[in-house]
């Protein structure tokens, strides 16, 4: 086991990101957040909270995404489904889709296909905690990246939440 980012390096990342949204997307007009679930949405949380410190609450749209059956691995497995919640439309707006581990890149084109019952949007960009460069199966990649990391296929990478896990880090095994 390695620690690939501690507590204090995860907090120092969501800054980072939130602040590179912003860069890209000032004062978020026409900008919506999108975490996906299950796992997304820890990160997602994360960087809405820091945008909020530095940027107008009243201008971040944010939404929780479920691509369970979306997926094209749904057939050969039981899912649980998690809550969509976006109260807003996409239509003609730029999204940050926002997850915790790129790494086939399935979840991503999964998202992307479950965003278009919400609307057409302008543009579509990826913000992740970890990139897992070399594993991909679908042309995919990260906008907003808070760590590439180089792994083999038998390694796995695991992100705690505090909320979730009683601890925060991220770990390849």
């Known amino acids: 086991m390695k620690i690939v980012l501690s507590n204090q390096q995860i907090a120092l990342t969501v800054k980072r990101l939130a602040h590179q949204v912003l860069e890209n997307h000032l004062q978020l007009k026409d900008t919506v957040i999108i975490g996906i679930q299950p796992r997304g949405v820890f990160l997602s949380d994360k960087v809405v909270d820091e945008l ?14 479920d691509i369970t059956f979306y997926r094209d691995d749904v057939r050969t497995e039981l899912h649980v489904a998690n809550k969509t919640d976006i109260p807003f439309s996409i239509e003609n707006k730029n999204v940050v889709i926002v997850d915790d581990v790129l790494w086939t890149g399935r979840t991503i084109r999964s998202a992307l296909d479950a965003l278009l019952d919400f609307g057409r949007p302008k543009k579509v960009e990826l913000c992740v905690l970890i990139d897992r460069r070399f594993s991909r199966e679908f042309p995919i990649q990260a906008d907003y990246v808070g760590r590439a990391i180089d792994t083999i296929v038998s390694q796995k990478v695991k992100v705690y939440w505090q909320q979730r896990d009683n601890k925060e880090c991220v770990e390849l095994v």
């Open 52 to 65: 909020k410190l530095i940027a107008s609450p009243a201008s971040i749209q944010y939404g929780k995404l």
